[in-house]
């Protein structure tokens, strides 16, 4: 074989590793990846059913439930619609009813949500981004509802 050919073939070999490299390194970071979900966009069914994904809105005032052990049941909303939370272990000092949260975990069979992480606000005027745009999103539902409810 010519040295021109031997360089090819390594070339070759060289560019279909690299491939395979990056086919592992995309596939990795593509079944790591967690999107943000509104509780509206939940109750859509828009939300995976068998992937971890985000959770954002506001705690319901009154909705939080302590059970046995560290179980906290409660409930997020964007201001259109609610979703069920349920997260066992210790939830974060900012913690409270009204508040911003985001919560990250999967739907289970039932269409509750299972939060493995509670993530809340860390001041009086922050929100993420997420949540923020989701509860105007939810405004923006619950205003295009009662129009057409008046409407009738």
């Given amino acids: 074989m010519k040295a021109r050919h031997k360089r090819f073939v390594f070339i070759f070999v060289g560019l279909a590793a690299l491939g395979v490299a990056a086919a592992l390194i995309f596939n990795a970071l593509g079944s ?29 005032s009154g909705s939080v439930q302590r059970g046995q052990e560290l179980t906290v049941r409660f409930l997020i909303t964007d201001t259109a619609n609610e979703v069920k ?59 295009k509802q009662s129009a057409a409810g008046a409407g009738r």
């Fill in 85 to 143: 939370v349920s997260y066992t272990g210790i939830l974060p000092d900012l913690f409270a009813e009204g508040q911003g949260v985001v919560a990250q975990g999967r739907l289970n069979g039932q269409g509750e949500f299972v939060a493995d992480e509670v993530l809340a606000k860390h001041d009086e005027t922050y929100m993420p981004p997420e949540a923020a745009a989701a509860l105007e999103q939810g405004k923006l539902e619950a205003m």
């Fill in 32 to 60: 790591n990846m967690s999107y943000f979900y509104s509780p509206t966009e939940v109750v859509r069914n828009e939300a995976p059913q068998n992937h971890v994904f985000r959770l954002g809105g506001m705690v319901v």
